[in-house]
């Protein structure tokens, strides 16, 4: 199976940047900030646990060549 380490890495830095910002604007736009408050603890665990596998591999990739 090949894996692309590439798109994991791309996936996991949206999660942890582009998910914040994304309720952040539907918070000021709504007025709710609960949006934002609910979200960080499901953001940070997926967003972290992809980061760190991800390196992890890319760690493990660059060990082998």
Same mark, same amino acid.
Do not use: C, Q
């Given at each position: 199976? $090949? *894996?692309? #380490? =590439? &798109?994991?890495?791309? &996936?996991? %830095?949206?999660?942890?940047? +582009?998910?914040?910002?994304?309720?952040?604007?539907?918070?000021? #736009?709504?007025?709710?900030?609960?949006?934002?408050?609910?979200?960080? +603890?499901?953001? %940070?665990? &997926?967003?972290?646990?992809?980061?760190?596998?991800?390196?992890?591999?890319? $760690? =493990? =990739?660059? *060990?082998?060549?």
């Amino acid at each position: 199976m $090949k *894996e692309n #380490v =590439k &798109a994991g890495l791309f &996936a996991s %830095l949206f999660v942890l940047i +582009g998910f914040p910002i994304i309720f952040t604007v539907s918070s000021i #736009v709504t007025g709710d900030w609960r949006y934002l408050i609910y979200s960080i +603890g499901p953001i %940070l665990t &997926a967003g972290l646990t992809g980061l760190l596998f991800t390196l992890h591999l890319m $760690k =493990k =990739k660059s *060990e082998i060549r």
